[in-house]
T-cell receptor, first 114, second 116 residues
Framework: AQKVTQAQTEISVVEKEDVTLDCVYE???????LFWYKQPPSGELVFLIR??????QNEISGRYSWNFQKSTSSFNFTITASQVVDSAVYFC???????????FGQGTILTVHP | EAGVTQFPSHSVIEKGQTVTLRCDPI?????LYWYRRVMGKEIKFLLH????????ESGMPNNRFLAERTGGTYSTLKVQPAELEDSGVYFC??????????????FGPGTRLTVL
């Protein structure tokens, strides 16, 4: 069975602070894909990043960066110099070798105060 | 290119009534998925269509839920009769054909269903 755990239910920061959202996963598949999605107040889920299990290189995209560590089964997401517009619910998700369904974590509510 | 659309955005019904949710995937996307988020919990998979065929319906909670995808285009999810525990946000997603595990799924805005 696959499982994704986002232990942080809610995080509150002040603008310009850095914030890291944790994601820990469980899977028996040797090949799998990890995703992060953002759900702004408007409700839709916005795709942020996909990482496959063979690529442990960290990735940076503007103020966003992702740290994938297979040894600890973690795929953490860091926002540098947070902004109010970053306020949203963030979901980590996993897909195994049988293409199709995503297994999501419970989501982390991020609130960035001005 | 239009994104995934869902209708209605909100639905409030009474227990025992029937509700039908609709999803229009991105044009040309063969894969269509339904998910549900109940009471702030994790988003859970319901089922997966490849074109008009059900590839995986392991997440459907019970036989009160019926999903169809006529002609491999839009999809409907009918709940009949609705129960209180069916309340939640129903998301639809679509992705391109082939290399399915690699392709990201694009999500619609969801339908918020409230059963009173």
């Amino acid at each position: 069975a696959q499982k994704v755990t986002q232990a942080q239910t809610e995080i509150s920061v002040v603008e310009k602070e850095d914030v890291t959202l944790d994601c820990v996963y469980e899977t028996r598949d040797t090949t799998y894909y990890l995703f992060w999605y953002k759900q702004p107040p408007s409700g839709e889920l916005v795709f942020l990043i996909r990482r496959n299990s063979f690529d442990e290189q960290n990735e940076i995209s503007g103020r966003y960066s992702w740290n994938f560590q297979k040894s600890t089964s973690s795929f953490n997401f860091t926002i540098t110099a947070s902004q109010v517009v970053d306020s949203a619910v963030y979901f980590c998700a996993l897909r195994g070798t049988s293409y199709g369904k995503l297994t999501f974590g419970q989501g982390t509510i991020l609130t960035v105060h001005p | 290119e239009a994104g995934v659309t869902q209708f209605p955005s909100h639905s409030v019904i009474e227990k025992g009534q029937t509700v039908t949710l609709r999803c229009d995937p991105i044009s040309g996307h063969d894969n269509l998925y339904w998910y549900r988020r109940v009471m702030g919990k994790e988003i859970k998979f319901l089922l997966h269509f490849v074109k008009e065929s059900k590839q995986d319906e392991s997440g459907m909670p019970n036989n009160r839920f019926l999903a169809e995808r006529t002609g491999g285009t839009y999809s409907t999810l009918k709940v009949q009769p609705a129960e209180l525990e069916d309340s939640g946000v129903y998301f639809c997603a679509s992705s391109r054909a082939g290399q399915g595990a690699r392709n990201e799924q694009f999500f619609g805005p969801g339908t918020r269903l409230t059963v009173l």
